[in-house]
């Protein structure tokens, strides 16, 4: 692979990401207001998302002790946390570093 077709996929990228990141200004700025399903679908896929990922994450629990208990205490842990601190960051830091230390230590 020689140096200009990397540098053309690199450049290829990142004007990519520009137009992509420059979009929502483009379509919304000048005052304009944000259409109604825009609006919604901020305020509904965050929830969805999270709902995905446990799904993703609980996916291949089994019915022994070692598999599910782990699993159970950790997402108790990072529920907790999110209602104490409302820190999505934080929370899922600390329920990921429970669910490790438990799984490594105890399980």
Do not use: E
């Not at 690199?10 to 979009?23: K, N, P, Y």
């Not at 108790?76 to 990921?96: E, Q, W």
């Amino acid at each position: 692979m020689s140096a200009s077709y990397v540098w053309a996929g690199i450049l290829t990228a990142a004007a990519v990401t520009v137009m992509l990141r420059a979009l929502p200004f483009v379509l919304f700025g000048g005052g304009r207001k944000t259409p109604d399903v825009v609006t919604y679908l901020g305020k509904v896929l965050p929830c969805a998302v999270m709902a995905m990922l446990v799904v993703y994450c609980l996916r291949d629990t089994s019915l022994s002790v070692s598999s599910w208990l782990p699993r159970l205490i950790a997402s108790v842990v990072t529920c907790g946390l999110y209602v104490l601190k409302r820190n999505s960051l934080l929370s899922i830091a600390l329920g990921t570093a429970c669910y490790m230390l438990l799984v490594q230590l105890v399980f």
